[in-house]
């Protein structure tokens, strides 16, 4: 698989690429949320199992990724390993029904995906030819099946043949052949394919073919038993050749639809075992995989009854359905048997038939009760004759019926009778026909079962154990060689610099250093002359380049390039890379913000302790909230407040010195009213109204819920003063104090226009406004009379009184989708407030 193709990229990556694609166009349909991966490669049980029944799909995709081909081609091995890992379950659950019938709606679905790159299969006995399975397993139970697959698990191999080369020859069009790789046979057993893939277009296009064949359904052999049918009069020539023909045998699927209410295939009847169920047999015969349907092609007319159930299943197409879909007979059938399966008759009795679909589309499968041609007719009577008051003479046909079918069917039948609404007809205590040995043995098989089941899932993911390598002695007393002061100075000789040595011989006690060299035996280094004459110089070399570079590590184990060697998928863990690195030395500044690196995930930074650049934003309007306007700290010196910026840069080669605004008398309302591109006096009435004003009345600082922006605020002012900003109205302390502002004064402190100022107020109003829309639509939705919050979100409104008016009426139109009538009341009595207080205020104004 470390073969390389045209497009640069080896097997390995095409066979990786290929599974995700799969996933990828099997994800697009929605049954696939049900879906389980696993993934098994060429090693030994149970490392081989990267991911099986508890590894989520995160294990399986890093799994699938650390792939690397390495080993002997040992696919025998490990087909037969994902067989086994499939069937663990399979005793414990007890869908397989040994001895009891087959039954098509007891299925674990599954397909078996093997990329290969079709060469020789090698082992270690040598290079084989064909593929041959281990017969041995420690799968419990395993003697039951004569194959090691079931028959709803289908194998399909991608053949890898892409060449190295660019071919100047155009692909041929149509379908993918089969490849003729060992493989291909052991996919046609059982009821799969091999692709024979040649290019990237054709891998898409055999991925494509593969999602579709995804279905639920059960492998079934049909073979023709008799004569043939008798040809059609309207007939081609080719239609009667005598001989083999292809439809005689076929080895297809049918399809096991799931009930559409519960999502699980529901089903009424088995198809009978190959054998007559003997009690007093210790032990039962294996079955084969694929139950072996004979069927006959003498016309018979299909049987149905209302109150009996029948099961239906459409064959997959085949020859077989092609033949009868020709003949376009939807009115007649073909019936089907089991060998062996009657007590006294070799091809057994009739247990279904196959019919052509009325639109003569499809091919179904109708599975009834044992010998049907008997039972129906009886039943019918006992519902239309004896209205389900049988007579001795029916009671006596029903019992010599019951004589031939076989024991297992008795309680699909009781469950059919009880539908009918005749449950009395059987006895309870009649038997099913297993000896007190097999239901033992059964029983024992599904404990060991669950038992194995625990043990391999517990062995999966752990790595298999390192290869022998050179250990490491601990001379307990001894002073340590790297604490001896001449071999310190004999290696300063040598390299010319101070080793720096701090080698503890107790902390490597019982390890294994590793070998590069897999070929290479360790060696203790007690005694030279046992290095072989031919070693000795590569020994010496490994000696002279261990001693050497004792300053970089005591003994080194991989090369410069290998130690910068990182994967992708790790690349970006800048954290772990921190944590392992020293503890650097503290700042000689420790008020000094930490400036914070840059790299990693962005969403995982800290930003809150980022450095501050000098290029703050200005913000105004909400900022002051919770002042007076009286206060003299709401408008420190004549301007907004600043707002700290959060870049994370500094610029190069200037030292970070929080601003500091010059004190200033407070500007009050007539000043405002005095100065150029005043605000507008609406606008500025609106913002004491917002800020100084709840729905009550009361002050929005003396308030029980403050807003989080008040306390954002608050907050960040509490941090400018510790920054060591004066508050306004205080003079500056101190020379320091005074060198910040000669600081200040080199960079003046800029202010908004009005424009620009009115233009950002209205900005931070939408958005808080569009916020508490959401928040309060959110809460109208839930159920209940809870309206508390509502009304302490509308409290936080923020622009002019017709912004407030039209928020407030778009919430009542909110509330009335819903038909909250008491809501839409309290709303309209808070609307008629809100009125109420405008009015009161504009006439204080106006004073």
Not at 236 to 257: D, M, N
Not at 649 to 673: C, E, I, N
């Amino acid at each position: 698989m470390n073969q390389r193709t045209h497009l640069g990229t080896t097997y390995l990556d095409v066979a990786k690429g290929a599974v995700e694609t799969f996933m990828k166009l099997r994800g697009r349909d929605p049954a696939s949320r049900g879906d389980r991966y696993m993934l098994v490669n060429y090693e030994d049980v149970p490392f081989g199992i990267k991911a099986g029944w508890k590894e989520s799909h995160a294990t399986f995709m890093t799994e699938l990724r650390n792939l690397q081909a390495t080993g002997l081609t040992t696919i025998g091995q490990s087909l037969r390993t994902a067989f086994d890992l499939l069937n663990l379950n399979r005793l414990v659950t007890g869908i397989d029904n040994y001895g009891q019938g087959r039954n098509p709606f007891f299925l674990e679905p599954a397909i078996i995906i093997a990329i290969t790159d079709g060469n020789k299969l090698t082992s270690g006995g040598g290079v084989q030819d064909e593929l041959h399975l281990p017969l041995t397993t420690p799968l419990p139970g395993s003697e039951l099946t004569k194959e090691p697959f079931r028959w709803d698990q289908r194998l399909f191999a991608l053949v890898l043949r892409i060449p190295g080369n660019t071919s100047v020859e155009p692909e041929p069009l149509g379908g993918v052949p089969p490849d003729d790789s060992p493989i291909t046979p052991m996919c046609e057993v059982t009821g799969g394919r091999s692709y024979s893939v040649f290019s990237q277009r054709m891998l898409n296009q055999c991925l494509e073919s593969l999602v579709q064949k995804i279905q639920s359904g059960v492998v079934i052999n049909f073979e023709k038993t008799g004569p043939d049918p008798p040809p059609l009069e309207d007939a081609p020539a080719e239609a009667l050749k005598s001989g083999l023909q292809p439809w005689h045998c076929c080895h297809k699927l049918i399809y096991v639809r799931p009930n559409p209410k519960t999502g699980v295939p529901i089903g009424h009847w088995p198809i009978p075992e190959a054998f007559w169920p003997d009690q007093n047999s210790p032990t039962l015969p294996p079955r084969s995989a694929h139950p072996h349907v004979r069927f006959s092609c003498l016309d018979a007319e299909p049987m149905v009854i209302d109150k009996v159930p029948f099961d239906k299943y459409e064959l997959e197409p085949s020859p077989l359905t092609q033949y009868i879909l020709e003949r376009k007979s939807p009115h007649t059938c073909w019936q089907v048997f089991v060998c062996n399966s009657a007590k006294y008759s070799d091809l057994g009795q009739p247990f279904g038939y196959l019919k052509a679909s009325t639109a003569l589309n499809c091919v179904n499968l109708f599975v009834m009760p044992y010998n049907y041609p008997v039972l129906l007719p009886l039943l019918d009577d006992l519902i239309k004759v004896h209205k389900f008051k049988p007579t001795i003479k029916w009671r006596q046909s029903f019992e010599n019926y019951l004589k031939t079918m076989p024991p297992y069917y008795i309680g699909s039948l009781r469950k059919a009778l009880r539908i009918m609404g005749a449950p009395n007809l059987l006895a309870d205590n009649m038997e099913y026909g297993l000896s007190y040995s097999v239901v033992s043995y059964l029983k024992k098989l599904s404990q060991q079962s669950k038992i194995e089941y625990d043990r391999l899932i517990a062995l999966i993911g752990k790595k298999p154990p390192s290869e022998a390598g050179i250990k490491v002695r601990w001379r307990g007393g001894g002073i340590s060689l790297a604490q001896r002061r001449d071999f310190i100075q004999q290696l300063q000789s040598l390299t010319g610099d101070v080793p720096t040595l701090e080698l503890n011989p107790k902390e490597f006690q019982g390890f294994h250093l590793a070998l590069l060299n897999k070929g290479l035996k360790p060696q203790s280094f007690r005694n030279p002359y046992d290095i072989p004459r031919s070693h000795l110089l590569d020994q010496l070399s490994r000696m002279r380049r261990n001693l050497l570079n004792t300053s970089v590590c005591t003994l080194r184990g991989q090369d410069s390039d290998q130690f910068h060697s990182v994967p992708i998928a790790q690349m970006g863990n800048y954290q772990d890379f921190l944590k392992a690195a020293p503890q650097p030395l503290r700042d000689a500044d420790p008020e000094q913000p930490k400036r914070l690196h840059t790299f990693g995930n962005p969403f995982k930074l800290d930003k809150k302790g980022m450095m501050i650049d000098e290029a703050d934003e200005f913000v105004t309007g909400p900022q002051n909230k919770g002042k007076r306007p009286g206060d003299s700290s709401s408008m420190p010196g004549g301007g907004p407040k600043r707002r700290r910026c959060m870049s994370p840069l500094l610029r190069l080669g200037r030292a970070y010195t929080p601003p500091v605004s010059p004190p200033a008398s407070p500007r009050t309302s007539s000043d405002m009213d005095l100065s150029d591109g005043a605000p507008d006096p609406d606008l500025i009435i609106n913002h004491l109204n917002q800020n100084h004003y709840g729905s009550d009345g009361s002050s929005d600082s003396d308030g029980e819920h403050p807003s989080s922006d008040l306390q954002e605020n608050h907050t960040d002012h509490r941090d400018e003063e510790e920054n060591g900003r004066p508050q306004a109205g205080e003079p500056p302390l101190g020379g320091d104090g005074g060198a910040e502002m000669v600081l200040m004064e080199e960079q003046p402190t800029r202010y908004l226009s009005p424009a620009a100022l009115k233009k950002h107020i209205h900005t931070e109003t939408t958005k808080v406004n569009n916020e508490l829309r959401a928040l309060i639509n959110k809460e109208i939705r839930k159920p209940g009379r809870h309206y508390e919050k509502i009304f302490l979100l509308l409290k936080q409104i923020q622009g002019t009184l017709d912004t407030r008016l039209i928020f407030l009426q778009n919430i009542i139109k909110e509330a009335a989708r819903f038909k909250k009538r008491v809501l839409i009341e309290q709303l309209e009595n808070f609307l008629e407030e809100i009125h109420n207080r405008s009015i009161s205020m504009n006439h204080v104004d106006t004073l």
